[in-house]
Structures are given as C-alpha cells and as structure tokens.
C-alpha cells in the first residue's frame, strides 16, 4: 500500500467561532465561503477545498485524519488487503464523500484506536486560497497539508500496523528520558514517511491517548517571518504557548507550539527537510531539538 500524503482532519467542536477566530485571526486560515455553515467550519490553506474540517458536536476533539490514496485502484487494493488481514473497515457514506469533497474512502481503526479515513479522488476546487493575515502560502501539494502525532501506548503494535500494513517507512525513532530519574523507562517514538518527501506524515508515541485525542498536528509556512508573526498573534490573541521557538533534530524544522481550542496542539513551522529516500538510513535523535522547544503545559482550568 501506498499513502500518498495528509489530506484532511475532521475536529469537533461545541464552539465553532472560538476555531474560526484561531483559524483565521490567529493561523491565518481561510473560512471557505461555499462549504463553511452554521453547523461545520471549513478552513482552506491551499488548492484543495480545506484541510481542516470542524463540526458542531457535543465534545471538544479530534476525530479523524483522511490519509490520501493515488486512485481507485489503489483504494481497492486496500480494500482486499483489509480483508485478507481480517481488518474491520466501514465505506463512507454518500454524506460523508461530499462533506469531505471526496470520490471515495474507507474508515478504520489503527491499533491504538486512533480513527483513519483512505480516500482517493479529492474534489477540485476553484476558491483561490487567499491568507486573512497575509501567508504567502503553505507548504503543500504532493507533500500533504503536515503531519499528525498519535498516542499509542502498544507502540509496536502500533509501529507494525502502519509499517507493514499500510507501507509507511521508519524516518527516526527516539528514546527520551522523560523523568528526572534515570532508572525510569524512557517514552518510544516512531516518525513515518509515506510516499512523498515530507520527513513524517505520522508519528506515534508511547503514551495514553490524551483527551483531545491527539497529540499535535502541523502545518508549514514559506519564511521564518510568518513562523514569527504567527507566535505573536497567538500571543496577542491569548493563546497557551504550549513550546517556545526551536529546531528539531530530526525533520530540521523550525517551529513553535501552540493549544487549538480543540485542547490538542498545532506546530507551526518553517524549513522542514524533505529527504531523499533512496539514500535515507533511519536515523535515531538523541533528543527532539537542537535548541529551543521549551515545552509548558496549559494552566490548570
């Protein structure tokens, strides 16, 4: 099997004007005028019709991420290999296709329970994407809107399911000490390449899933600059800054960390590397930064 990219996650919400404040006034989102209504928000960053998807519901949550296909037949393939593995799968309805300006797509569970759309065929759109706060443009097209990072507290299931199930590669894996004490387990994680050039599309880590239901998801920007202006207009805008400014060692990218109002957090970053994966050895980093990434978790409610 072969994941192209990231396409799209859906989020719920019981507060859909707190997202379309973040999404606008602070990430600097585009609201589509054509799909967004009273009771679903959809924010547009590039050429396709949204990447993020938010609906009225009773919780404050991540629900999904839509995990792109090449076509129908590979949709298929998928399909078959689901069934040889005895992997339980649900077609999406007619409803949910057109929700997600999409020909075609299956839902699943991963082993730790973290939901996935396959789909193939996304909806061409002619609403040109044009930034309320002035980005030049996101880092997109065939590498997918970012990346999402998942809990999975059975990890090598987890890694396994998505390595040889669903074709992903290894990128990195770290082992972090998280506790002062060194006699203490370190927390394992896995960052996974799909068929394209961005340095993870999915990662997972060795922790319970949070009650948001993910960990972060990002986005990248073109210049540092508007890496730069987004932190002050979280800032301005009262939002926690969940990491200070840094570099990751292992995707080099140059990012902040801030809380969506869904309670997970959203990287937004700069200068992410784009391997060559024919010459690419897994790798394994020693810690998550070169600098920076000071990590603060939101006060307490």
């Known amino acids: 099997m072969k994941i192209q990219s990231l396409g799209y996650i859906l989020v719920e919400t019981k507060n859909l004007s707190a997202w379309d404040h973040y999404g606008q006034e602070v990430c600097g989102f585009m609201k589509h005028p054509d799909f967004s209504d009273e009771e679903k928000l959809c924010l547009k960053i590039d050429h396709e019709p949204f990447r993020f998807l938010v609906q009225n519901g009773p919780e404050e949550k991540f629900i999904l991420a839509g995990l792109e296909l090449e076509d129908a037949s590979a949709l298929n393939d998928a399909k078959k290999t689901f069934d040889e593995l005895n992997i339980n799968y649900q077609q999406l309805s007619a409803d949910d296709l057109f929700t997600r300006q999409i020909t075609d797509g299956i839902s699943f569970n991963d082993p730790a329970g973290n939901l996935i759309e396959l789909y193939h065929g996304r909806l061409n759109d002619e609403t040109k994407f044009t930034s309320p706060k002035g980005i030049s443009g ?12 998942y809990a999975a507290l059975n990890i090598e299931e987890t890694h396994d399911f998505y390595i040889n199930v ?9 082992n972090l000490q998280m506790s002062p004490n060194p006699e203490d387990p370190k927390m394992k994680l896995y960052f996974m390449h799909c068929d394209n050039k961005r340095h993870h599309t999915v990662a997972i880590m060795q922790s319970p899933t949070p009650p948001s239901g993910l960990v972060h998801t990002m986005v990248e920007v073109k210049t540092i600059d508007e890496v730069g202006e987004a932190l002050d207009r979280a800032i301005n805008n009262d939002i926690h800054i969940s990491s200070s400014l840094g570099r990751h060692m292992n995707d080099k990218m140059v990012s902040f960390y801030m809380q969506t109002p869904g309670g997970f957090d959203l990287e937004f970053g700069y200068d992410g590397d784009q391997p060559d994966w024919s010459k690419h050895q897994t790798t394994s980093s020693p810690a998550p930064s070169y600098w920076g990434h000071v990590f603060t978790p939101p006060p307490e409610k």
């Open 166 to 174: 669903l074709g992903f590669g290894d990128s990195d894996i770290m």
């Open 138 to 149: 996101f880092v997109t097209k065939d590498l997918g809107f970012g990346h999402v990072v």
